[in-house]
């Protein structure tokens, strides 16, 4: 049984810092591309970034580049997100996942494509 479990989530001013964490247990975790995505309210939910199997390769959305930094550690089935000068409209809850790849490079941006999913962990920004 596939878990991934989503922890970090909290109230913060803005221009402060957040660190998410997702731990992953009953699947080969350096086969999967680990995203993160986020889902404010009333709105979709929209990608944030994503790692490659080895860690080696990392992705960002436009509007996070610079401020957020994804991160893995496969010893630990671990993949984390650094949110650093977080504004309010970073305010959303935020989803880790997993996506099985056969090859290193390749990423995806749309959550169709992650085969499991966190239970979401939320971020709220105060201005």
């Known amino acids: 049984q596939v878990q991934l479990v989503e922890s970090g989530g909290g109230l913060v001013q803005a221009g402060g810092s957040l660190r998410l964490s997702c731990t992953a247990s009953?699947?080969?975790?350096?086969?999967?591309?680990m995203g993160w995505f986020r889902q404010a309210p009333g709105k979709e939910r929209e990608f944030v970034a994503a790692?490659?199997?080895?860690?080696?390769?990392?992705y960002y959305t436009d509007s996070v580049k610079g401020r957020f930094t994804i991160s893995r550690d496969n010893a630990k089935n671990t993949a984390s997100l650094q949110m650093d000068s977080l504004n309010p409209e970073d305010t959303a809850i935020y989803y880790c996942?997993?996506?099985?790849?056969?090859?290193?490079?390749?990423?995806?941006?749309?959550?169709?494509?992650?085969?499991?999913w966190g239970q979401g962990t939320q971020v709220t920004v105060s201005s």
């Open positions: 996942a997993a996506d099985r790849k056969y090859i290193e490079s390749t990423y995806e941006t749309q959550s169709r494509f992650y085969d499991y």
């Open positions: 009953g699947l080969t975790f350096d086969n999967y591309v």
């Open positions: 790692i490659s199997r080895s860690g080696n390769l990392r």
